[in-house]
Structure formats: C-alpha cells, structure tokens
C-alpha cells in the first residue's frame, strides 16, 4: 500500500491545481460518501459527506474568488498520504499564499475518507488584513 493511494490522493488535489474545477463532483468521485474534511486544524470543525464538502468549496469560491496551489512534496505511509503545498487564493486582485500541509487517508478501495489540512489561519487573516475570528467564521458552515 501506498503508491496507490498517492496517486488518488494526487489526482484529487491535481483538480485544484491551476483554478477551481469546472465541475465539484468530479475530484468527489474519488471520495467516500461519508468523506470527512477539516479546512484548518485544529480551527474548524470537520464536515462530513460529498453534499457538504462541495457547499464548503461553493461557499469558499463565492467568498473568496480563484485559487491555485504549487505542490511542494509528498509521501504516503499505508493508507495515510502527506502532501505539502502553498495554495493561493485571489479575493480581489491580490493573491494571497497559503502553506500547508494536507493529510489524506485513502482506503484499500482507492477512495479519500478523511483529509485534514493543517496551516495557519493567523497569517492568512493578516495576509488579508482581517481579524483571525472573521476568517473563522467566514469558513465555518452551517449546522444542518
């Protein structure tokens, strides 16, 4: 195990590399219904299932406009797979860099059931001039 699960963990990310993907579902097939997903750890709580990781990304791509990301590195150690990025966000004319680390875990069937991001969200806020908690609350969802 391993290679197998980076590469559809790579293939999911690849999606996001150069703009939001025309259509959300497509890097979704490659996740588990009850998929789980937490944008900042330990910040935001984790959402749970495809339906509400793309009203995440619908909401994000509303609020904050284009993005794209460099990929630094990866490596897998059985179903867990690493990568290191820095994302970019454009909510006007600036673009904004976000480094990170991503985490995925991908079962045995070759589907994503967890991804956990870990970055700082005190420097994005600043980045953008906003106080840590708007940057919270503008990503957390509803409760359903």
């Given at each position: 195990?391993?290679?197998?699960?980076?590469?559809?963990?790579?293939?999911?990310?690849?999606?996001?590399?150069?703009?939001?993907?025309?259509?959300?579902?497509?890097?979704?097939?490659?996740?588990?219904?009850?998929?789980?997903y937490q944008s900042i750890v330990p910040t935001t709580?984790?959402?749970?299932?495809?339906?509400?990781?793309?009203?995440?990304?619908?909401?994000?791509?509303?609020?904050?406009?284009?993005?794209?990301?460099?990929?630094?590195?990866?490596?897998?150690?059985?179903?867990?797979?690493?990568?290191?990025?820095?994302?970019?966000?454009?909510?006007?004319?600036?673009?904004?860099?976000?480094?990170?680390?991503?985490?995925?875990?991908?079962?045995?069937?070759?589907?994503?059931?967890?991804?956990?991001?870990?970055?700082?969200?005190?420097?994005?806020?600043?980045?953008?001039?906003?106080?840590?908690?708007?940057?919270?609350?503008?990503?957390?969802?509803?409760?359903?």
């Amino acid at each position: 195990m391993g290679k197998r699960q980076e590469e559809v963990a790579l293939k999911f990310i690849g999606y996001f590399r150069d703009t939001w993907p025309e259509n959300l579902d497509d890097p979704l097939e490659l996740c588990t219904e009850d998929c789980y997903y937490q944008s900042i750890v330990p910040t935001t709580e984790p959402i749970r299932g495809k339906a509400a990781i793309k009203a995440k990304w619908e909401k994000i791509k509303a609020e904050y406009g284009d993005q794209r990301h460099d990929m630094k590195g990866w490596g897998s150690s059985d179903r867990f797979v690493f990568t290191e990025r820095t994302d970019w966000t454009k909510p006007g004319d600036t673009w904004y860099p976000i480094p990170l680390v991503a985490v995925f875990e991908v079962n045995e069937d070759g589907k994503i059931y967890a991804w956990r991001e870990y970055l700082d969200g005190g420097n994005i806020a600043r980045q953008m001039g906003m106080k840590v908690e708007d940057l919270e609350q503008s990503l957390t969802m509803p409760s359903s």
